[in-house]
């Protein structure tokens, strides 16, 4: 008897969103999905840096892939969005809500907790919280109109954890100091709970709901920060932006449809300890 085990992980046929596609798990996450067949519509706040990765994705993987700006903190925007995707493929049947913003401005952003706007807080949040909010109750109704899908949702080990302040001495990133603010921790803690909420809600419908909680990925950090960092690791190192990819295909392929609600922490140990 021949096994099928492995085509419950073929996508093809399958349109995927991925919000905040232009980022560094973002894009690694939508070359992922258009090699196992998935389309995918990209989406990104800024549509200029992902060119290169649509034509990429459209020649290597033979699959339809279109991009769409939109900002997903916006009701309007995602509107817009739901439309021009729905016009262009008809239907989603995963979508990836990654997108997550550092605000408009780093220096507000990696402010002192005593020292935090609550405006930057805000910006944050209308991000992290509301466009999650918003990207997946317009996507996600119309799953559950359709009969099923899956939603994934980045986290965070600091939606679990708070932050060891003392990685941050010395640490920076793209020439400048960085911490890990208190914002950052109440959203990605917020996802993890949002997450539980629509698995219970939609799981009649058909829709699947989970999380996935990347640990710290490579991504520019000085040396100080990686091995400071690495040392927390039972691992002993960061994580790749690829290794998050095939946590986010297993959540969106039949392989997992009898999995939602669920949090996969893809940390190399961290949590562990």
């Not at 550092?102 to 930057?120: G, V």
């Not at 998050?244 to 669920?262: E, H, K, P």
């Amino acid at each position: 008897m021949s096994s099928k085990y492995k085509e419950q992980f073929d996508l093809q046929g399958k349109v995927a969103l991925v919000t905040g596609g232009a980022g560094i798990i973002g894009q690694e996450v939508c070359r992922g999905l258009a090699e196992f067949g998935a389309n995918v519509a990209v989406v990104d706040v800024n549509l200029s840096g992902i060119e290169i990765l649509i034509a990429e994705l459209r020649g290597k993987y033979r699959v339809d892939v279109e991009g769409f700006e939109c900002d997903v903190g916006s009701p309007e925007s995602v509107s817009a969005l739901y439309d021009g995707v729905m016009d262009r493929f008809g239907s989603v049947n995963v979508l990836h809500n990654n997108a997550a913003s550092k605000s408009s401005s780093l220096d507000r952003f990696f402010a002192p907790f005593e020292e935090y706007s609550l405006k930057t807080w805000r910006e944050v949040m209308a991000v992290n919280v509301d466009g999650m909010f918003l990207m997946a109750q317009a996507f996600g109704k119309e799953m559950a109109r359709n009969g099923g899908g899956s939603i994934i949702q980045t986290a965070s080990i600091y939606g679990l954890v708070a932050p060891d302040q003392r990685i941050y001495e010395g640490s920076r990133y793209m020439n400048r100091e960085i911490s890990s603010p208190a914002v950052y921790s109440a959203s990605k803690a917020a996802v993890l709970g949002m997450t539980r909420y629509l698995a219970a809600y939609w799981g009649d419908s058909g829709v699947r709901v989970n999380a996935i909680t990347p640990g710290g990925v490579e991504s520019g950090q000085n040396s100080v920060f990686s091995e400071k960092y690495s040392n927390r690791v039972p691992m002993r190192r960061m994580a790749s932006a690829s290794e998050m990819v095939s946590a986010v295909i297993y959540l969106a392929s039949d392989a997992s449809s009898y999995v939602t609600g669920q949090n996969l922490i893809v940390d190399g140990g961290l949590t562990a300890w």
